[in-house]
């Protein structure tokens, strides 16, 4: 069965702390992705990875970034947490070219 | 610029009614279109998509979606609603680049059902 994990649901951190959320893939998926999800908005895209090493910026990228050292994980990097980064964050991933995305449960993260 | 507008936020039914979700895009090109579910404290999971075809797609859970180019429309269906499909519904659109892909995805409809 297909599977994308998230290293935590819920995560609570100081403003200014480096964050690390992990997103991991059991499907050799080519592309993966990381959303944030926010109440009236919708996801919003930060970054995606078509390829190990490869980085996209999506539409919301500032305060944010990524790094795909190997093709199952994805990883978002929060430099320097602050307050307006609270909320929900997902990693999806899909096979290839134009496809269905598959998510993880998703990562709650408050900053305060 | 590609979007996608689902313009009800919030819609509540009757246990057995039958459910139109509402989805418009705007894309240059053919679309790729997709309705996904997310069910409280899950991620998202999808229904059903369109890439080409007939129009009338079927998905998973008896939901369907009619394609129509002419409105730019792509309306999910169910014919009886269950409690369990109480949740939130996104609708997406794909977009192509230079041998990448991404998704844009509506704001989404969260649908209560009454008992």
């Known amino acids: 069965d297909v599977k994308v994990t998230q290293s935590s649901r819920y995560l609570v951190k100081r403003t200014g702390e480096k964050v690390f959320l992990e997103c991991v893939q059991d499907m050799d998926h080519e592309n993966m992705f990381w959303y944030r999800q926010d109440p009236g908005l919708g996801l919003r895209l930060i970054y995606f990875?078509?390829?190990?090493?490869?980085?996209e910026k999506g539409d919301i990228p500032e305060g944010y970034s990524v790094s795909r050292e190997k093709k199952e994980r994805f990883s978002l990097i929060l430099e320097s947490a602050s307050t307006n980064q609270t909320s929900m964050y997902l990693c999806a991933s899909t096979l290839t070219g134009m496809n269905e995305q598959f998510f993880g449960p998703g990562t709650r993260l408050t900053v305060l | 610029a590609q979007s996608v507008t689902q313009p009800d936020i919030h819609i509540t039914v009757s246990e057995g009614a039958s459910l139109e979700l509402r989805c418009n895009y705007s894309?240059?090109?053919?679309?790729?279109l997709f309705w996904y579910v997310q069910s409280p404290g899950q991620g998202l999971q999808l229904l059903l998509k369109y890439f080409s075809g007939d129009t009338l797609v079927q998905g998973i859970k008896g939901f369907e979606a009619e394609f129509k180019r002419s409105q730019s429309s792509f309306n999910l269906r169910k014919p009886s609603v269950h409690w369990s499909d109480a949740a939130e519904y996104f609708c997406a659109v794909g977009a192509a680049g230079s041998g990448t892909y991404k998704y844009i995805f509506g704001t989404g409809t969260r649908l209560k059902v009454l008992a």
């Open positions: 990875s078509y390829d190990v090493k490869m980085k």
């Open positions: 894309y240059g090109a053919t679309p790729y």
